[in-house]
Protein backbone atom coordinates (compact mmCIF):
# COMPACT_ATOMS: atom_id res chain seq x y z
CA UNK A 1 0.00 0.00 0.00
CA UNK A 2 1.16 3.19 -1.06
CA UNK A 3 1.98 6.17 1.74
CA UNK A 4 2.52 10.15 1.22
CA UNK A 5 4.48 11.99 3.51
CA UNK A 6 5.37 15.83 3.30
CA UNK A 7 9.08 16.91 4.04
CA UNK A 8 9.78 20.42 4.14
CA UNK A 9 12.71 21.46 2.52
CA UNK A 10 15.27 23.49 4.07
CA UNK A 11 17.80 24.34 1.81
CA UNK A 12 16.36 28.12 0.36
CA UNK A 13 13.82 30.40 2.16
CA UNK A 14 11.10 29.33 0.54
CA UNK A 15 10.82 26.28 2.09
CA UNK A 16 8.78 23.89 -0.37
CA UNK A 17 6.59 21.54 1.01
CA UNK A 18 7.24 18.25 -0.99
CA UNK A 19 4.89 15.46 -1.47
CA UNK A 20 6.50 12.34 -1.10
CA UNK A 21 4.65 8.73 -2.38
CA UNK A 22 6.34 5.81 -0.48
CA UNK A 23 5.93 1.87 -1.61
CA UNK A 24 7.76 -0.64 0.21
CA UNK A 25 9.89 2.31 1.88
CA UNK A 26 11.00 3.49 -1.23
CA UNK A 27 10.11 6.91 -2.56
CA UNK A 28 7.73 6.10 -6.38
CA UNK A 29 7.31 9.52 -6.73
CA UNK A 30 7.94 13.17 -5.24
CA UNK A 31 6.36 16.54 -6.32
CA UNK A 32 6.25 20.49 -4.77
CA UNK A 33 9.75 20.67 -5.20
CA UNK A 34 10.50 23.79 -6.54
CA UNK A 35 13.95 22.74 -7.90
CA UNK A 36 16.42 20.02 -8.50
CA UNK A 37 18.13 20.50 -4.98
CA UNK A 38 14.56 19.76 -3.15
CA UNK A 39 14.64 16.74 -4.59
CA UNK A 40 18.07 15.76 -3.24
CA UNK A 41 17.37 17.04 0.14
CA UNK A 42 13.77 15.39 0.05
CA UNK A 43 15.66 11.95 -0.88
CA UNK A 44 18.17 12.34 1.39
CA UNK A 45 15.72 13.28 4.39
CA UNK A 46 13.71 9.91 3.64
CA UNK A 47 16.39 7.16 3.21
CA UNK A 48 19.15 8.87 5.50
CA UNK A 49 17.85 11.69 7.66
CA UNK A 50 20.63 14.22 8.97
CA UNK A 51 21.54 16.94 11.44
CA UNK A 52 24.46 18.99 12.38
CA UNK A 53 24.96 18.18 16.32
CA UNK A 54 25.39 21.01 18.95
CA UNK A 55 26.03 21.07 22.43
CA UNK A 56 28.03 21.96 25.47
CA UNK A 57 30.91 19.73 27.06
CA UNK A 58 32.35 20.44 30.48
CA UNK A 59 35.37 22.75 30.83
CA UNK A 60 38.03 21.16 33.72
CA UNK A 61 39.44 24.49 34.43
CA UNK A 62 37.82 27.52 33.50
CA UNK A 63 36.54 30.29 36.14
CA UNK A 64 34.83 32.05 33.10
CA UNK A 65 32.34 29.32 31.86
CA UNK A 66 32.11 25.29 33.06
CA UNK A 67 30.93 24.53 29.89
CA UNK A 68 32.33 24.79 25.99
CA UNK A 69 29.59 25.54 23.50
CA UNK A 70 30.61 22.64 20.29
CA UNK A 71 29.14 21.08 17.24
CA UNK A 72 29.81 19.33 14.95
CA UNK A 73 31.62 20.04 11.44
CA UNK A 74 29.12 18.15 9.18
CA UNK A 75 25.91 16.60 9.54
CA UNK A 76 25.80 13.41 11.19
CA UNK A 77 23.22 10.41 10.97
CA UNK A 78 19.83 11.46 13.11
CA UNK A 79 19.86 7.85 14.41
CA UNK A 80 23.55 8.69 16.09
CA UNK A 81 22.23 11.97 17.70
CA UNK A 82 21.66 10.21 21.11
CA UNK A 83 24.89 8.28 21.52
CA UNK A 84 27.20 11.20 20.05
CA UNK A 85 25.00 13.48 23.70
CA UNK A 86 25.93 10.56 25.41
CA UNK A 87 29.45 10.20 24.23
CA UNK A 88 30.37 13.88 24.64
CA UNK A 89 28.97 13.90 28.31
CA UNK A 90 31.74 12.31 29.42
CA UNK A 91 33.93 14.37 27.76
CA UNK A 92 36.22 17.11 29.77
CA UNK A 93 38.48 19.46 28.10
CA UNK A 94 41.07 21.95 29.43
CA UNK A 95 41.63 25.58 28.52
CA UNK A 96 42.88 27.34 26.67
CA UNK A 97 40.50 26.57 23.51
CA UNK A 98 40.08 28.44 20.35
CA UNK A 99 37.14 28.39 18.07
CA UNK A 100 37.09 25.81 15.38
CA UNK A 101 39.54 23.39 17.73
CA UNK A 102 38.77 19.80 17.01
CA UNK A 103 37.33 18.51 20.70
CA UNK A 104 36.81 14.94 19.14
CA UNK A 105 37.77 13.82 15.32
CA UNK A 106 35.70 11.20 13.84
CA UNK A 107 33.53 10.59 16.52
CA UNK A 108 31.58 7.05 16.87
CA UNK A 109 33.39 6.41 13.45
CA UNK A 110 31.36 9.02 11.14
CA UNK A 111 34.34 10.73 9.84
CA UNK A 112 32.53 13.92 11.66
CA UNK A 113 34.68 16.07 14.30
CA UNK A 114 33.26 18.07 17.02
CA UNK A 115 34.55 21.74 17.20
CA UNK A 116 34.39 24.38 19.79
CA UNK A 117 32.58 27.67 18.72
CA UNK A 118 33.75 29.30 21.39
CA UNK A 119 37.03 30.92 22.69
CA UNK A 120 37.82 30.20 25.82
CA UNK A 121 41.26 31.27 27.76
CA UNK A 122 43.17 29.68 30.88
S1 LIG B 1 12.93 22.76 -3.44
FE1 LIG B 1 14.36 24.25 -4.28
S2 LIG B 1 13.15 26.14 -4.36
FE2 LIG B 1 12.08 24.76 -2.95
S3 LIG B 1 12.88 25.24 -0.89
FE3 LIG B 1 14.12 23.56 -1.72
S4 LIG B 1 15.88 24.59 -2.65
FE4 LIG B 1 14.29 26.13 -2.39
Known sequence: MDKTREIICIICPLSCQIKIRVKNKKIVSLESNGCRRGKE?????????QR????????????SSPLLPVRTD???????????????????????????????????????????????KS
Do not use: H, W
Open 74 to 120: KPIPKEKLRECMQYLANIEVETPIEIGQIIASNILKTAVNVIATRRL
Open 52 to 63: VLTTTIKVKNSD
Open 41 to 49: YAEQEFYNP
